[in-house]
């Protein structure tokens, strides 16, 4: 299991943070939001998840 960071995005702006331990950045995006998500592409409202241990970021819209 990967410890993530997970914020909530309104355009380029976090208006939350929230961290958890799961086995997938989706995972965690599901997670801490509650909500399924897909693969970003422009949308307004996203999550971007933050692997703590690689540092790569990943971008998901909800569904």
Do not use: C, I, L
Not at 33 to 56: C, I, K
């Amino acid at each position: 299991m990967n410890s993530y960071t997970v914020e909530t995005m309104s355009g380029m702006d976090a208006v939350s943070v929230a961290y958890a331990k799961t086995t997938s950045p989706k995972a965690a995006a599901e997670w801490v939001t509650g909500r399924n998500v897909q693969d970003r592409r422009d949308e307004s409202e996203w999550v971007r998840v933050t692997d703590d241990t690689n540092r790569a970021v990943h971008k998901f819209a909800f569904k």
